[in-house]
């Protein structure tokens, strides 16, 4: 999945504001622009707009779970040059302090239905005879349960995505 999209999706399931944003970001140590938030969220085909790098994202989620879990004493996590959709996705349970019965009930409210034997394969270490890649249909299906959960009743289609 594309980080950008993955960054409004997850701005519009917790229905965050640009100064929410600078703040997540600021929680993880990172100064932000509130054009920079801008640039970030416009449509791919604006002129405006800026790719979300990795790191950016990898910062953005770190910031997530420093809000919601609060920030651990000494150095912020070291940041991944490459951010996987497994990444992702953990980072995401992590921050929402979710277990494997509550990341199942989400994904099956976008009607995915998966094993805990399933998931858990996706958050091992890659390398491990059991690891499986998070495929983007997973994790989009997660992001629009997290939709489901979080902001019900909408219809999915925000102002600026």
């Known amino acids: 999945m594309n980080k950008n999209d993955i960054l409004r999706r997850i701005r519009y399931v917790f229905d965050f504001s640009d100064s929410k944003m600078i703040s997540i970001f ?6 932000v622009t509130r054009a920079q938030i801008s640039d970030w969220l416009k449509k791919d085909d604006d002129l405006a707009h800026q790719k979300c790098s990795d790191k950016t994202l990898t910062i ?7 809000e919601k879990r609060g920030k651990k004493d000494g150095p912020q996590p070291k940041l991944e040059d490459r ?3 497994n990444a992702i996705f953990m980072k995401l349970k ?6 494997a019965d509550d990341v199942i009930k989400i994904l099956a409210l ?3 239905s998966i094993s805990k034997s399933e998931l858990s394969a996706f958050f091992r270490r890659p390398g491990h005879r059991h690891y ?3 495929q983007n249909q997973i994790l ?3 992001l629009k349960g997290l939709q489901l959960k979080y902001r019900p009743g ?8």
Do not use: M, P, T, Y
């Open 26 to 31: 600021a929680q993880a140590d990172q100064k």
């Open 60 to 66: 953005f989620l770190n910031g997530l779970i420093n």
């Open 83 to 85: 951010l996987s959709n």
């Open 94 to 99: 992590i921050a929402l302090n979710l277990k």
């Open 110 to 112: 976008a009607d995915v």
């Open 132 to 134: 499986r890649e998070c």
């Open 140 to 142: 989009r299906n997660f």
């Open 154 to 161: 909408h219809d999915g289609v925000s102002k600026d995505s």
